[in-house]
């Protein structure tokens, strides 16, 4: 969510308004999907300052620079990273894992949610947004006896109104074939 973080700053500066990330989220949903793509890795974007000035030459496909081009290109490219160390973390273990938990701010971006679902091929299951702070909760829950055990603690969580399932729709290919247009270019 670096990225986006830094377009959001360099947008609030270039614009005097901080754009909403739920403001963002919808102009990326009626961006073209799979359009272009980035390493979300490369080093070079882990310096502050990022904007979508900087992240332009490391963009792989057609690029209109409009925010929710911008945005959409972030975000399934982070989406697809996921897919892919999933996949690779599958291999190492040699062993399927069914589903993937998400805590924290991003498990709220539904779409998002949806993609990474799609993308693995694996349900998600999102939230909560406070992961640190329920799980010093669950210390002291435990330690006051309200939960007798951490599989009763998780069944407590996993109870909370916030956390979400998102399962995959249809096929996972297009995403394997967006992740493979890196590995493509030059």
Same mark, same amino acid.
């Given at each position: ?6 377009? #959001?700053?360099? $947008? ?17 949903? #009626?961006? !073209? ?14 310096? !502050?300052?990022?904007? !979508? ?9 057609? $690029?209109?620079? *409009?925010?929710?081009?911008?945005? #959409? ?7 697809? #990273? ?37 993308? *693995? ?10 992961? *640190? ?40 290919? !297009? $995403? ?11």
């Amino acid at each position: 969510m670096w990225l986006l973080e830094e377009c #959001r700053r360099a $947008w609030a500066l270039e614009d005097g308004v901080d754009p909403s990330v739920p403001d963002l989220l919808s102009e990326a949903e #009626r961006a !073209p999907a799979f359009a272009a793509i980035l390493d979300v890795d490369h080093p070079a974007l882990a310096r !502050p300052g990022q904007s !979508p000035r900087t992240i332009e030459p490391h963009v792989v496909g057609s $690029w209109t620079g *409009t925010k929710g081009a911008v945005v #959409r290109t972030i975000l399934e490219s982070l989406v697809a #990273r996921l897919a892919t160390r999933a996949d690779e973390i599958e291999t190492l273990l040699g062993t399927h894992r069914p589903v993937i938990h998400v805590v924290g701010g991003a498990s709220r971006m539904a779409l998002v949610m949806q993609w990474l679902a799609d993308a *693995t091929g694996k349900r998600v299951v999102a939230g909560p947004v406070e992961a *640190t702070a329920l799980g010093n909760a669950v210390v002291q829950w435990r330690t006051r006896g309200v939960v007798a055990d951490l599989a009763d603690a998780r069944a407590a969580i996993a109870r909370m109104p916030e956390i979400r399932t998102f399962e995959p729709i249809g096929s996972r290919q !297009p $995403w394997l074939d967006f992740a493979a247009r890196l590995k493509e270019s030059p």
